[in-house]
Structure formats: C-alpha cells, structure tokens
C-alpha cells in the first residue's frame, strides 16, 4: 500500500522530526510505501531559518542580537541548523514541497491512505498548525494516528477544529485530554488513544541511528527542554549537579547573563536528531521539560527527571502509563527531587509492551479496511 503523512515533520525540533522518521519507519517495517507530504507553511520557512537571516526585520533583529551579544555561537549553530536539514533531507522520504494548502488541492496524490499525525498538528495554538494537517485537500482515505491537541486541550479553538474535522475514516489521538476535548466537543462519539509513533519502534533501531561513540565524554547530566524556560529550570538542573557531582550538557544557545549563575550547566550546541538521540543514549541523568526527551529517557532506561509535568497533558499522560509519575518535579509543588531513586524497569516495559500492542492493532486494522 502507498501511504502518505502528513505531520510537523519539518519543524527544527528533535521529537518533531524523530516521530516523523518513526512512523516512516514502522510503516515500511510492515511493507508499505510511504511518504511526508513536505508542507513548510510561510510560518516554518521563517521560524526554522540559519542563525543569522536577514529575510525579515523580526528575524534580522534576533541575528543582529545573536551577532553582537553572542558571536562564538554562530559557526556551532550553523552546523546544529546543517545537521537538522541533513537528517530532514536524507532520512525523510518526502515529496515535492508546498508552501500553501491550494497547492496540495492542485496536486494529484495517488496514495491509498492519508495519515495525519503525530505529534500536535491540531494544537491552533501552535504558530505552525493550520488547515493542511486535517488532510481536507486530500480526495482519499484518511485517518488520524496521536494526533494531539498540545499541552493544553481546553484552550484550543473547538470551532476551527469541528468545521476541518470531516471525512476521517477513523480517528486516533495520542493524550487522554484530547480524547476527551473531542467527545465533550460532540465531534467523536469514542475514539482510541494510542501511543506516540517513536514508541512504537523498539530502542534498538534509536541505538542504530544515534551512533555508538559517545558526542560528549564522561559522566553528564543532559538537560533540555524545548520552549522558553523560566530560571527555576536552570536551577533545578545545576541543583542536580551539585548533588551528584556531574556536569550538566545543554543543547541550547543562552546568552552568557542566562547562565551566570549557574556554573555547572554547559553547552553542546552542534546538535541534530541524531546528536540529541546520542545526548540521551549516554547521559547518566537526563533533566527536562520535553515530552519526547521523557519518551527517549524511557526507551533507553535512563535515571530521568521531568520538570513541571503535571501541567503538560502529554506528558503526564505518558508518565501515568508507565507507572512514572515519581520522577515529576513540580514547581508549584517545590517537589524534592531525589538524585539516585531507582526505577523498576521491567514494570515499566511491560506496560510500554501493553500500550504498544494496542497501538499497533488499531493501526493496523485501520489500514487494511
């Protein structure tokens, strides 16, 4: 079967491209011919640009900030920016590329299937979400497979949702909140909840990809999270250090101010998909508030802590499944964290086994009706 994705596999985020590859890669493990459609909004072509890009006054003004404030950063953010378009280019099999919806209304698509998802395609309140990712410009079949409202369901826009929700063979989303935002909004009676596609592969094929020569040397403790972040991250994290000794290795580009008062973060900023799979595979603590770096931390049986994940729908949502709920740092709730605390694996994939099957069989019932 020829089936096509449509996802934000073109977002310069780590978890974004690697649920695109993983969902690839499943489906061709099962002997289908698969597709992204490499829709890149107006909006993605401006946000996921070089460091410095002079396209627009808002980018210009950030690469003049950059420039100035932070000059050593720029050549190891050019190769971070080269090594996210080189896995995008080399390990995505995408079409040719379109900047608007009545493009893809234009194009002819022969695929028998259309999936739309993971990840949050649906959130409207993610700056890159729209219309492309309900799949109306596609005559064909199609389903959803965890598709996500985000982080918090309650506050997206139902009514722009309910007029693109039409003509889906079958609905799938990946949180129980968005599950729920959807029969509440009386547009799906029921509907099933499935598991992120990065977790439908087994760790093995990450090890693959991530490469076995370790990008940082010696014990560390990685520290990510994806968005703008307030300072009691950065504490909890160089907290951490002084508890266990280790240093802590970020992916991301801060001014000097941002970290001056936190002697034992550091940064590793030439950092792909493939680099921050490989951050993860060998840290001996990893820290964050990222959803795929709770996923990642998972597969690879890592000593792992998630900052704030009680108010993030899907990662609390992932957590509760596998039995994780202790390794949540809360701020609201100055949680104490507790560097060492042991994790019963076993359980743990067990109940990944569980959720993975159900997965699965709901995937792949729906693709051969």
């Given at each position: 079967?020829?089936?096509?994705?449509i996802?934000?596999h073109?977002s310069f985020?780590?978890?974004s491209m690697?649920?695109a590859?993983a969902?690839?890669?499943?489906?061709?493990q099962?002997g289908?011919?698969?597709?992204?459609?490499?829709?890149?909004?107006l909006?993605?072509?401006l946000?996921?640009?070089?460091?410095l890009?002079?396209?627009?006054?808002e980018?210009?003004?950030?690469?003049?900030?950059?420039l100035?404030l932070?000059?050593?950063?720029?050549?190891?953010?050019?190769?971070k920016?080269?090594r996210?378009?080189?896995?995008?280019?080399k390990?995505?099999?995408?079409?040719?590329e379109?900047h608007?919806?009545?493009?893809?209304k234009?194009?002819y698509f022969?695929?028998?299937l259309?999936?739309?998802?993971?990840?949050?395609?649906?959130n409207?309140?993610?700056?890159d979400?729209?219309?492309?990712?309900y799949?109306?410009?596609?005559k064909?079949?199609?389903i959803?497979?965890?598709?996500?409202?985000?982080q918090?369901?309650e506050?997206v826009?139902?009514?722009?949702?309910?007029?693109?929700?039409i003509n889906?063979?079958?609905?799938?989303?990946?949180?129980?909140?968005s599950?729920?935002?959807?029969v509440?909004a009386h547009?799906?009676?029921?509907l099933?909840?499935?598991?992120?596609p990065?977790?439908l592969?087994p760790?093995?094929?990450?090890?693959?990809?991530?490469?076995?020569?370790p990008?940082?040397k010696?014990?560390?403790?990685?520290?990510?999270?994806?968005?703008g972040i307030?300072?009691?991250?950065?504490?909890?994290?160089?907290?951490?250090a002084?508890?266990?000794?280790m240093?802590?290795?970020?992916?991301k580009?801060?001014?000097p101010?941002?970290?001056?008062?936190?002697p034992?973060?550091?940064e590793?900023?030439?950092t792909?998909?493939?680099?921050f799979?490989?951050?993860?595979?060998?840290?001996a603590v990893v820290?964050?508030g990222s959803?795929?770096?709770?996923?990642?931390s998972?597969l690879?049986?890592?000593?792992?802590?998630c900052?704030?994940?009680?108010?993030d729908?899907?990662?609390?949502?992932?957590?509760?499944k596998?039995?994780?709920?202790d390794?949540?740092i809360?701020?609201?709730?100055?949680?104490?964290?507790?560097a060492?605390?042991?994790?019963?694996?076993?359980?743990?994939?067990?109940?990944?086994?569980?959720?993975?099957k159900s997965?699965?069989?709901?995937?792949?019932?729906?693709i051969k009706?």
């Amino acid at each position: 079967m020829k089936i096509g994705i449509i996802t934000f596999h073109s977002s310069f985020n780590y978890g974004s491209m690697l649920q695109a590859w993983a969902m690839q890669t499943y489906l061709e493990q099962q002997g289908h011919e698969v597709w992204i459609v490499n829709y890149r909004s107006l909006v993605q072509r401006l946000t996921y640009h070089k460091p410095l890009d002079f396209h627009n006054v808002e980018n210009g003004l950030s690469s003049c900030k950059r420039l100035l404030l932070y000059p050593s950063s720029i050549k190891p953010l050019y190769k971070k920016w080269h090594r996210f378009d080189d896995f995008l280019h080399k390990e995505l099999h995408l079409t040719q590329e379109f900047h608007t919806v009545e493009e893809m209304k234009r194009t002819y698509f022969d695929f028998d299937l259309l999936i739309c998802g993971s990840d949050q395609i649906w959130n409207t309140n993610a700056p890159d979400s729209g219309e492309a990712y309900y799949g109306n410009w596609f005559k064909g079949r199609k389903i959803s497979y965890a598709a996500s409202f985000g982080q918090y369901p309650e506050n997206v826009d139902m009514d722009f949702v309910k007029r693109q929700l039409i003509n889906f063979s079958a609905l799938s989303v990946r949180e129980e909140k968005s599950r729920k935002a959807l029969v509440n909004a009386h547009l799906a009676e029921d509907l099933t909840v499935v598991c992120d596609p990065t977790l439908l592969l087994p760790v093995e094929a990450y090890h693959t990809l991530a490469s076995n020569e370790p990008v940082v040397k010696g014990k560390y403790i990685f520290f990510y999270t994806p968005v703008g972040i307030p300072y009691e991250y950065f504490a909890i994290a160089n907290r951490l250090a002084e508890t266990t000794g280790m240093e802590v290795v970020t992916e991301k580009a801060y001014y000097p101010k941002d970290l001056r008062s936190y002697p034992h973060i550091h940064e590793y900023l030439p950092t792909g998909p493939r680099e921050f799979l490989n951050l993860v595979k060998n840290a001996a603590v990893v820290c964050g508030g990222s959803f795929h770096l709770q996923v990642f931390s998972i597969l690879f049986h890592k000593e792992f802590y998630c900052i704030n994940g009680d108010k993030d729908a899907r990662t609390n949502n992932l957590l509760r499944k596998c039995g994780l709920e202790d390794r949540i740092i809360s701020l609201d709730k100055k949680s104490e964290m507790s560097a060492g605390r042991s994790i019963c694996w076993d359980g743990v994939d067990e109940r990944l086994k569980t959720l993975r099957k159900s997965s699965e069989e709901w995937l792949l019932e729906e693709i051969k009706r």
